[in-house]
Structures are given as structure tokens and as C-alpha cells.
């Protein structure tokens, strides 16, 4: 396991963390690669995209535009 101490850096207007190959490596990810991040619990948390996401979200539009009594319903 890669372990590392590492501070955030300024780039340009934002603020960036630079990580090692062999940290990408051992995580199975790559530069120039999309990522969903998000904070959580005091953490941020990177996850590598899912493939089929936009199409299970889509899917999933669809079914609450279909049935708007039953997600009320569920939402009560």
C-alpha cells in the first residue's frame, strides 16, 4: 500500500494535489482520466466513473417522469 504526506498546492485560481504514479498505479487509475469526487465526513473521496452511469441516470429519469403518483408516494 502507498502512503504519502501531501500538501494541497495553489493552481492558478484553484487548489490542486499532485499524485505520484505510483499512487495512480496501485489505484488503477490514470492521468487525464474523469473522476466523480466528493466530500464526506470530513474527507475527499475520488471514484473512477462508472461506464454506464449517464445510462443508469437516464433510465432512472425516465421511470420518474413515467411515474410521478409512485415516487410521491415513496416520498411521503
Known amino acids: 500500500m502507498t502512503l504519502a504526506q501531501k500538501k494541497l498546492q495553489r493552481i492558478g485560481n484553484s ?22 469526487v466528493h466530500a464526506e465526513d470530513g474527507r475527499i473521496v475520488i471514484t473512477r466513473l462508472d461506464p ?10 425516465r421511470f420518474v417522469a413515467a411515474h410521478p403518483n409512485a415516487i410521491r408516494k415513496l416520498a411521503q
Open 52 to 61: 454506464d452511469f449517464d445510462r443508469l441516470v437516464a433510465a432512472a429519469d
Open 15 to 36: 487548489t490542486g494535489l499532485v499524485l505520484s504514479p505510483d499512487l495512480l498505479l496501485e489505484a488503477g487509475m490514470q492521468r487525464d482520466e474523469e473522476f466523480l
